[in-house]
């Protein structure tokens, strides 16, 4: 068996730790209103794709359909998503957030923007891109794609399927 480099245990360490503090940030809020990161994970992704399909969603989230009707149903019950028949094909829902739901997806990122902020401003001039690259690196190569055609700072749309 192979052993790991030293270095790399490291990464891998500071990888948990920033994604236990990145994500607790939201955590904490997620809790005033009985929601989890399952429900934090759909709430974004619907606000960065307005009008996507619920199959789209369960293609990004890689989550299982009733994983998904579970959070849907009470993210559309309680307010903060609204669900659409398409009228092009009526099997199709699709998905936006509401005032509220919108609202909430701010506060969310934004808690979590101040922190990369943060850290990008001690860390350097280059630290935005270098972090960029390492990232997409460490995604599957088939979802690439979706991050590749998203400019950063924007709100485009992540192209959906296969990506080439």
Do not use: W
């Not at 293609?59 to 609204?82: C, F, N, P």
């Not at 690259?133 to 979802?143: Q, S, T």
């Amino acid at each position: 068996m192979q052993t790991m480099p030293k270095d790399l245990r490291q990464e891998i360490e500071l990888l948990f730790f920033a994604y236990r503090d990145f994500t607790g940030d939201a955590d904490e809020l997620l809790a005033d209103f009985g929601f989890g990161r399952a429900h934090h994970r759909a709430i974004y992704f619907i606000g960065r794709n307005p009008r996507i399909s619920v199959s789209d969603l369960l293609e990004i989230l890689k989550i299982t359909k009733q994983s998904l009707s579970r959070v849907l149903s009470q993210l559309i019950e309680e307010g903060y998503v609204h669900q659409e028949t398409d009228s092009a094909d009526r099997r199709k829902r699709l998905l936006m957030l509401t005032e509220d739901g919108r609202a909430l997806e701010n506060r969310l990122t934004e808690k979590q923007s101040q922190r990369i902020q943060r850290a990008f401003e001690e860390t350097g001039p280059d630290a935005a891109e270098g972090f960029r690259g390492v990232l997409r690196h460490i995604i599957d190569e088939e979802d690439r794609g979706r991050i590749d055609a998203a400019e950063p700072g924007t709100a485009s749309t992540l192209p959906l399927g296969p990506t080439p």
